[in-house]
C-alpha cells in the first residue's frame, strides 16, 4: 500500500492510465503497487524513466518567467485586498466617529435636561412631559452609541489596520 500511495501520489497518473503508458494491465499495475508481483522489464524501464523526469524536475530551477506571472497576479490581488481593506476602515472609521459625536451630544441633552428638571424654573406638565421626553430619547441613543459600541469599532479598525499591515509585508516587488 505504501508504494502505492508513493509513486501514485509522485506521478499524478490515475491507475489505468498509468497501464496503459507503461503497456500492462490495471491489474498488473495494481499487484506491482502492492508488492505482489514485479513488472516486466520493459514497463520497469519506462516507469523509472518517468521517475527521473520527475526528479530531475525537482532539482531544476523554476521558469523564471512563470515564477515573475504569478507573483505580479499574486501582487495584483494583494493590491486589490489593500483597496479593500482600506475602503473597510475609512467606513469603520466614520462610523466610530459618528457613534462617539452622538454619543457625546446625548450626553449634553441628558445633562441639561437633568438640570432643567432640578432647577424646577420648567414648572408646566408640557414643559415637563418636553424635558423627560428628550431625556428618554438621548438616553435610548446613549445605548445605541454606548461606549461598548464604541469599542467594539475600535476593535474592528484595529484589526483592518494589522490586516493592511500584513497584505502590505506579503507584496514582493
Known amino acids: ?3 502505492e500511495e508513493n509513486i501514485g501520489a509522485l506521478l499524478g497518473i490515475p491507475q489505468e492510465e498509468m497501464a496503459i503508458l507503461l503497456g500492462v494491465t490495471r491489474v498488473q499495475w495494481a499487484l506491482f503497487l502492492t508488492g505482489r508481483r514485479s513488472l516486466p522489464t520493459d514497463a520497469l524501464l519506462k ?6 523526469i520527475v526528479k530531475e524536475a525537482e532539482t531544476e530551477a523554476p ?5 515573475k506571472e504569478e507573483q505580479a497576479r499574486i501582487n495584483k490581488y494583494i493590491e486589490e485586498e489593500i483597496i479593500f481593506n482600506q475602503h473597510k476602515q475609512r467606513l469603520v472609521s466614520e ?8 454619543y457625546q451630544s446625548s450626553q449634553n441633552a441628558v445633562r441639561i435636561a437633568d438640570a432643567l428638571m432640578a432647577k424646577g424654573q420648567y414648572t408646566g406638565a408640557s414643559e ?5 421626553s428628550l431625556k428618554i430619547n438621548a438616553q435610548n441613543v446613549l445605548k445605541k452609541n454606548s461606549l461598548l459600541v464604541q469599542e467594539q469599532y475600535t ?19
Not at 47 to 52: A, I, K, N, Q, R
Not at 63 to 67: F, I, R, S
Not at 95 to 102: A, H, I, S, V
Open 128 to 132: 415637563q412631559e418636553l424635558l423627560t
Open 63 to 67: 521558469d523564471a518567467a512563470v515564477l
Open 95 to 102: 462610523q466610530l466617529q459618528k457613534c462617539r459625536k452622538e
Open 155 to 173: 476593535l474592528k479598525l484595529l484589526v483592518l489596520q494589522q490586516e493592511e499591515v500584513v497584505f502590505k509585508a506579503k507584496i514582493i516587488e
Open 1 to 3: 500500500m505504501m508504494k
Open 47 to 52: 516507469l523509472t524513466e518517468m521517475l527521473t
